[in-house]
């Protein structure tokens, strides 16, 4: 069979209205959207569901995306006679926003989709990665890590680039281990997310440790806000105190940590490193009413630690399947944020391996139709003799579901070196490798800002590491400058 005929197999997806696509917050909804008229492929989307407000703000890793999709794309070797791009939607973080996007992007009959990546907050992935597998479409999760979408049975077609939030109680274990802490007070957002890590943590904390939580709820009369004026948010002896909690809670707690001083050097308060850049700043946060000014907060998170589950990134010299060394990625990131005004995100390097995956899954399909004159899977219902000409055609003479199988097979047996390591999936379809990274804020005193400073990483067999010389002295000092001697900043 000649390449020509492969082509034919998913002509439905001959659709150029990506010309003239449609604006999402700053963005057209198609990438790429000024496609040259000689350039005849025919398009295959994966509807992209970012978050643009709401609890978690993932749409600045439109940066890493938009790399990626361009080296696919100029890659003659991979998806032959086909051009990947991106239907962007908000989630809003928003359950029924999630759901109704992913119907619209579905139903659409002008812009068939072949795949879902997102979305970042567990409310608007949860619920779409249950309702994505009943129309066959394998989703990738860049950065969620809630421990309830390791249930296969519930989230059949879904993976996830980082690894499950319920390895972090290992990180608190290590850390009460070197600095001899003997109390953790948690306080928390009510949510699978962090309370499975609550549940974790008491159970793994060395003997002797006290562990006690107090879990905050979304409606009265326990939300953080009737807490905070109630005076009850820090009610506790405990000087290791746990923020498990999504941003907009944190910045009220961080305030509040401030007015009741529970920071260094008599306190410790143990974030998420996840938030957004300079998200401590009241000017970024317009809309929470906080009561503390931006040096306030400042004050309140100095010498705070911020852990999270990271991938393992490689040596960052060695080229990976994109082309690109990690260090070469970083730079190309660095020119793209800057052309589209956007700021570092973290995630950023799993969302462009979220559509390198993709790309490899779909081409392997290609490939299989190209090679084979049809498929027998006794295995699974939805796959019966195929011939290759009829695969994808505009008038459904054979199911799509087909294919859509056999896309979810080959990201489920996916294995490659990307930008943030090793990527493979486990049997739940979540990421294998991973480690814990730990955070401080420090003040940088060349910037004459706070900033967050790689400290360590804790290995997944609970070995601490810390970088360039760092010791119990250096992360926190015996004789930590008083509150009047930190002026000097500002």
Partial sequence: MSLS???TFLAIFVFFSGHASKQVGDFDSIYPSNVSLSDTRSPLTIALMMSFSGDYVTYNSLSGIQIAL???NENSSLLPGYRLQYKLTDSQCNETTALTMLFDAYLSPRLPIVGLVGSGCEAATIPTAKISQFYGLTQVSSDSSTPELEDRNAYKMFFQMLPNEALLPSVFKVLFNKFGWKKLYTIAEDSKLFTAVMDGTKKVLPPGITSSVYSTIQSSPNS???LISQGMLFNTDSRIIELAMYQPDALKAVCQAYHQKKYAPQYVLILRDWYGPQWWDPANAKGYNLSCTREQMEVALYGALAVALNTEILNSDEITVSGLSFNQYKEEYGKRAAKLGLDPNRDDPNYFDSFWAFALAINKTLQDLHRNQFFINATSNSFRNVAPPLFFTANNTVSNDVIMEQIFQHMSNTSFTGITGDISFNQNGIRRSYVIDIEQYRFNTTSNTLELEYIG??????????????????????KWSTISQWSFWY
């Fill in 5 to 7: 005929d492969v082509v």
């Fill in 70 to 72: 361009d080296l696919i």
């Fill in 224 to 226: 953080l806000d009737s």
């Fill in 457 to 478: 990483q804790v290995l997944p067999n609970e070995t601490l590491i810390l970088f360039n010389g760092e010791n119990t002295t250096s992360i926190f000092p015996c």
